[in-house]
């Protein structure tokens, strides 16, 4: 009933296949190697830009985390209390 519908076959075929993302994949590595080697101050600055990017996803989280736990609690205290 639907298989007429060719190009978004075709498209989502293409765009789904492992071995085009593992391509674009190896060669993000592979420029960012030799971008290293080129620069080699630019290691120091990617593990430092990690290390920023993963503390404040951390402390967002926890600070949502408080949050809900927060908002838990006092609709819990509201609805227990009578």
């Not at 007429?4 to 190896?26: C, H, K």
């Not at 060669?27 to 120091?44: K, M, S, T």
């Not at 949502?64 to 609709?75: A, D, H, M, N």
């Amino acid at each position: 009933m639907f298989r007429d519908i060719r190009s978004y076959d075709d498209y989502t075929t293409v765009r789904a296949s492992p071995e085009a993302l593992f391509f674009f994949l190896g060669l993000n590595f592979f420029l960012l190697g030799l971008l290293i080697v080129i620069f080699p101050a630019l290691l120091r600055i990617l593990v430092a830009a990690f290390l920023f990017v993963n503390a404040a996803f951390f402390l967002v989280l926890a600070w949502r985390l408080w949050r809900l736990k927060r908002s838990v609690s006092r609709e819990a205290k509201i609805f227990w209390d009578f």
